[in-house]
């Protein structure tokens, strides 16, 4: 039953337009982030090395919060879909 279900997200999730922006839009950040110093990630300053311990900590902290927002925005889908289809019901306890 799990592989159905997963199987059926990602298929949907393939037709949809966000996964190709999100994707494109990280690749982007990480690349441009690492190739020129006119785009930082989660700040810095001009005498800090972009391989420094702390530029780095600074930099995954930045991208794991827009992967918060990222995971947040595909787990929503399913829920309003299942306002949307009736089957609310049957996945989230009785609210009256």
Same mark, same amino acid.
Do not use: K
């Given at each position: =039953?799990?592989?159905?279900?997963? #199987?059926?997200?990602?298929?949907?999730?393939? #037709?949809?337009?966000?996964?190709?922006?999100?994707?494109?839009?990280?690749?982007?950040? %990480?690349?441009? /982030?690492? %190739?020129?110093?006119?785009?930082?990630?989660?700040?810095?300053?001009?005498?800090?090395?972009?391989? /420094?311990?702390? /530029?780095? =900590?600074?930099?995954? /902290?930045? =991208?794991?919060?827009?992967?918060?927002?990222?995971?947040?925005?595909?787990?929503? *889908?399913?829920?309003?879909?299942?306002?949307?289809?009736?089957?609310?019901?049957?996945?989230?306890? *009785?609210?009256?």
């Amino acid at each position: =039953m799990f592989w159905h279900v997963f #199987r059926f997200e990602v298929s949907y999730h393939r #037709r949809q337009p966000l996964v190709y922006s999100v994707t494109a839009v990280f690749f982007l950040l %990480t690349f441009l /982030a690492t %190739t020129t110093p006119n785009v930082t990630l989660g700040g810095g300053t001009d005498s800090l090395n972009i391989n /420094a311990p702390f /530029a780095i =900590m600074q930099s995954l /902290a930045a =991208m794991s919060l827009l992967c918060v927002f990222t995971a947040i925005t595909f787990s929503a *889908n399913p829920v309003i879909r299942d306002y949307d289809y009736g089957t609310a019901e049957l996945f989230l306890p *009785n609210q009256g």
